[in-house]
């Protein structure tokens, strides 16, 4: 049987990166730490959890798999007391949940919608970040769904993924071009400015794409931006335009302060889904909103 104690002294070391650090965390002294994490290891079947340094400590392939687990175990044990004060007041949750900017957008909004009609009052937490993040942020328990573009590559290990949406890509302009037309190829485009994502992953690719299928390079005078608000609030003000997919654009199309322009070399829609831990139970929040995306899903 593991002690929970000894998980917790465990994880306060990694955190710390030695074992006086994770005694200073705890407030307890270094030979209790010290046994805590041997009676640790005896338990797992006599594995040593990582070795010591003068840099500190290195993780055992056994203690990187720990870790994972007990930075799981904390962040659920950090929502134990607010679930239950919630469940007291009526209110389901709390759910935390992360994703790109562009998916949670074209995503989570109507999400939200249907689930107020079906569970009414809940608490949910979102946080904006890139692929990568995301990936790491699921294996610690920080967060139980992301919201990314998916069929692009094979998910990290231990993450299965499902798509939900499909949505197509288009040049977006502001007033100041209207005078372009209703369709045109990338090529036509050499000679205007910019704003496309900074950010090096799915989405920034599958845009890099169109540019390789139009046969050009990317753009130079170009803004890096991962902000939607910020990039969709330049192209409205200026002559720059962007690439977006039309559900990431569309409050702004439908009044008419942007405008989407078919683009030739866009054969391909933009997937958008929900990455979570392959074979992981989610929370009953949690389970309603990935139902609730199923049972909308227009795929």
Excluded: Y
Excluded at 196 to 205: I, K, M, S, T, Y
Excluded at 246 to 267: D, K, N
């Amino acid at each position: 049987m593991i002690d929970p104690r000894a998980i917790r002294t465990f994880l306060a070391v990694c955190r710390a990166n030695s074992i006086s650090g994770g005694a200073r965390a705890l407030n307890i002294s270094q030979p209790s730490v010290s046994n805590a994490i041997a009676q640790l290891e005896q338990s797992l079947g006599g594995v040593s959890l990582f070795e010591r340094s003068r840099s500190g400590i290195q993780l055992t392939p056994e203690g990187e798999a720990l870790l994972r687990r007990a930075e799981a175990i904390d962040s659920l044990m950090a929502d134990v007391q607010t679930e239950v004060t919630l469940a007291s007041a009526g209110v389901a949750g709390p759910l935390r949940i992360g994703g790109t900017p562009g998916a949670l957008v074209s995503l989570l909004p109507d999400a939200v919608r249907r689930m107020e009609a079906r569970i009414g009052r809940f608490a949910l937490h979102v946080v904006e970040r890139p692929d990568h993040d995301l990936a790491a942020m699921l294996h610690r328990g920080e967060i139980e769904l992301a919201f990314v573009t998916t069929g692009i590559e094979q998910p990290p290990e231990g993450i299965e993924e499902q798509t939900f949406s499909r949505d197509p890509f288009a040049l977006i302009v502001g007033k100041q071009n209207d005078h372009m037309p209703a369709r045109l190829s990338l090529r036509d485009t050499a000679h205007m400015r910019w704003v496309l994502p900074e950010a090096r992953g799915a989405f920034r690719r599958q845009v890099d794409a169109l540019f390789m299928a139009a046969d050009i390079p990317v753009p130079q005078d170009i803004i890096r931006c991962d902000s939607l608000l910020t990039t969709k609030a330049m192209v409205r003000g200026s002559q720059r335009v962007t690439i977006l997919p039309m559900q990431v654009a569309w409050a702004e199309l439908s009044i008419g302060v942007l405008r989407a322009i078919t683009i030739e070399e866009a054969h391909f829609a933009r997937s958008i889904g929900v990455r979570k831990l392959a074979g992981g139970r989610l929370s009953r929040l949690g389970g309603e909103l990935l139902d609730t995306l199923i049972h909308s899903s227009k795929l």
